[in-house]
């Protein structure tokens, strides 16, 4: 069932500070989306309110038009997965498991089975003795397993190493395949997870600067590549969003689309035009001394 | 058929608590079936405690042992009961409302199941003392066990209001919790006749009361702190 997400002019005060300012966004559901910000945007406050652990100071987040805080009904539909430590688990994976299965209806306990197996996670170490990275192999389980129509991972995979984070990727696009919902990633470490958004949201200082499909997005810049003479001159007088050279290669990413004259131009002067990644659209919408 | 939310919490919490509590019975169990020893081959009573109610050899039952360490025991699993299990409840999609009815519920459990546990214990002591020949004078009312109830479900409920204060506000009105709570504590053991060895009670002049006022007096105690409870949980942020 989709579940569709409507944040209305959302704000979120706490210990005098504003943390969130004027927030709203919809999310028709059923799809991947990454939520992008730096450290200390907001990311996790955002996604706080959205999981009912804090209610939003003015403004609403409703789920299929109910509000999320304090609804037994919306709240047994969302999991907000965080790279919390648990040092005081005492019992071990399989039994933490089962204890946490009980509050979710859908979850799938042979799904968690084969997860633990791919994981490499040990079944016989008390929860609190396991690895940072086995910790998060955990958190990722449950968050897969409980099969939650709305499933937050707030950069849950941070702990993991890279083999890891592989098979946390290819489990989140194989089981989303299978079990469409929506899934909220949010991470700071954008380029190895964007190619599984289908629309990104950027969060700065508290504030939505921008939901966009992330095709729209990618297609919003070019990336120039060839000579270092020609690439300069081409760019010249655009907006730059990064510069890289190797040997007598160069590449340019800038920002904005190209007229058809300047695509044509761009072929005779043999330069290859692609598009740019988010990594560098985040960086450029997200610099400080951006306002 | 689908269990109610705040029945699976209750559940969950009874099983927690339920399983330090019977850790602390065996400790307790040990450490009075040592005194008895000492006091049996030394003839040095070793009192573990004092208690109103029980007329006759007071130091020298379970009941006493139970009655006054319990109130210790339960306070600090109130104490727990908050930040973590709120966090871990809310984590699992759990209201905070169903967190605190399951909460209550658990209480309510633990203080049964603790008093049936004692009572039992106190069985099985006179059942030795009798195969040993011991005798002993001990007049035990059953009002005796029903303050112990009431002794659990206060305590605990206590213990999770100054945690609830301090979880929610800052540590400077933390403290304020405390004091209430001292007071409170201080009404409980006055009226049901039980001396609190400090002068700052002494100056308060309560005095003990008539069983049935003193049982209302500690429901409605209980069901003052309890509902303090819910309005401080009741929209509390939970914290990382």
Redesign the interface.
């Known amino acids: 069932m989709t579940q569709k997400i409507k944040a209305d002019k959302m704000s979120l005060k706490f210990q005098n500070k504003q943390v969130l300012t004027n927030i709203s966004f919809e999310l028709e559901g059923n799809k991947i989306y990454g939520l992008l910000g730096r450290n200390g945007a907001g990311k996790t406050s955002l996604l706080s309110v959205l999981a009912a652990f804090v209610k939003p100071t003015i403004g609403s987040i409703k789920v299929d038009g109910e509000h999320v805080f304090e609804n037994a009904q919306v709240m047994e539909q969302i999991i907000f997965i965080r790279d919390v430590k648990l040092d005081d688990e005492t019992g071990k994976a399989p039994t933490y498991i089962k204890d946490v299965s009980i509050f979710r209806p859908n979850f799938d306990m042979d799904y968690a089975e084969r997860l633990i197996k791919r994981f490499k996670l040990p079944t016989d170490t008390e929860v609190s003795k396991l690895s940072r990275g086995m910790q998060s192999a955990l958190h990722a389980i449950i968050g897969l397993a409980s099969r939650c129509p709305i499933t937050i991972f707030d950069e849950a995979y941070l702990g993991m190493d890279a083999s890891a984070r592989e098979i946390f990727y290819e489990e989140v696009l194989n089981d989303f395949m299978e079990h469409p919902r929506t899934i909220i990633l949010s991470t700071h470490l954008i380029s190895e997870m964007e190619s599984m958004f289908e629309e990104v949201l950027i969060i700065d200082q508290g504030e939505l600067i921008l939901h966009e499909e992330a095709e729209t997005l990618r297609e919003s810049g070019v990336s120039v590549t060839g000579a270092v003479e020609q690439v300069d001159y081409f760019v010249q007088g655009k907006h730059i969003l990064k510069e890289q050279v190797l040997g007598g290669t160069k590449l340019a990413m800038i920002y904005g689309q190209l007229s058809e004259q300047e695509r044509e131009e761009a072929k005779a002067m043999q330069l290859t035009l692609g598009p740019i990644t988010l990594q560098e659209l985040f960086i450029h919408l997200t610099k400080e001394d951006k306002q | 058929m689908k269990k109610n939310?705040s029945t699976?919490v209750g559940l969950?919490m009874f099983h927690t608590i339920g399983s330090w509590m019977l850790w602390y019975i065996g400790i307790l169990v040990v450490l009075h079936i040592g005194s008895a020893v000492v006091t049996y081959y030394t003839g040095d009573e070793v009192k573990l405690s004092h208690s109103a109610l029980i007329q006759g050899e007071v130091g020298w039952s379970i009941l006493n042992s139970a009655l006054t360490s319990s109130k210790v025991f339960f306070l600090i699993c109130g104490l727990l009961s908050m930040g973590?299990f709120i966090k871990y409840?809310?984590?699992?999609?759990?209201?905070?409302?169903?967190y605190y009815k399951g909460t209550v519920q658990s209480i309510l459990y633990l203080s049964l199941s603790f008093t049936a546990a004692v009572a039992i214990l106190y069985g099985l002591e006179s059942l030795i003392m009798n195969i040993l020949g011991l005798e002993r004078n001990l007049h035990v009312p059953i009002m005796f066990y029903v303050k112990i109830v009431f002794d659990v479900i206060l305590f605990y409920v206590v213990g999770w209001f100054i945690a609830a204060g301090f979880y929610r506000l800052n540590v400077w009105l933390g403290m304020v919790f405390i004091a209430i709570t001292v007071l409170i504590v201080f009404i409980q053991s006055g009226i049901w006749g039980e001396s609190v060895p400090i002068p700052l009670y002494k100056l308060m002049n309560i005095y003990e009361v008539s069983t049935w006022l003193a049982v209302l007096i500690s429901a409605i105690l209980i069901v003052g702190v309890i509902a303090a409870i819910r309005l401080l949980t009741k929209?509390v942020?939970?914290k990382?």
């Open positions: 939310k699976v969950s973590g409840f809310v984590s699992n999609g759990v209201t905070r409302r169903d929209e942020r939970i990382d």
